[in-house]
Nanobody, 119 residues
Framework: VQLQASGGGLVQAGGSLRLSCAAS????????MGWFRQAPGKEREFVAAFSWGGSSTSYADSVKGRFTISGDSAKNTVYLQMNSLKPEDTAVYYC?????????????WGQGTQVTVSS
């Protein structure tokens, strides 16, 4: 399983970014995809998750209404659309995946992509 995250950058508060995570080596219908983030000096935290099989989504309270996770099976890619960005969204964002039937934890991780939101 390989995950390749991209799309980070520098944006002003109130702006938008879209992160992408290209996945390979997995049977998509059996996997959940997630986005996590880690700010300097803080622990990594959950942001959003997407289930290929049922197209269900979940979000951290801090991003509900501002972020949207979605997937494009034709492109083997999961996206995180981030709107109304705040300085506290500044972090390294990671995509991850797990096989739903066999793992309760996200077990495969991509490299991070830096998101910086200026005030």
């Amino acid at each position: 399983v390989q995950l390749q995250a991209s799309g980070g950058g520098l944006v002003q508060a109130g702006g938008s970014l879209r992160l992408s995570c290209a996945a390979s080596g997995l049977t998509f219908s059996r996997y959940d995809m997630g986005w996590f983030r880690q700010a300097p000096g803080k622990e990594r935290e959950f942001v959003a998750a997407f289930s290929w099989g049922g197209s269900s989504t979940s979000y951290a309270d801090s991003v509900k209404g501002r972020f949207t996770i979605s997937g494009d099976s034709a492109k083997n890619t999961v996206y995180l659309q981030m709107n109304s960005l705040k300085p506290e969204d500044t972090a390294v964002y990671y995509c991850a995946t797990r096989e739903r039937a066999t793992s309760s934890k996200f077990e495969y991780w991509g490299q991070g992509t830096q998101v910086t939101v200026s005030s």
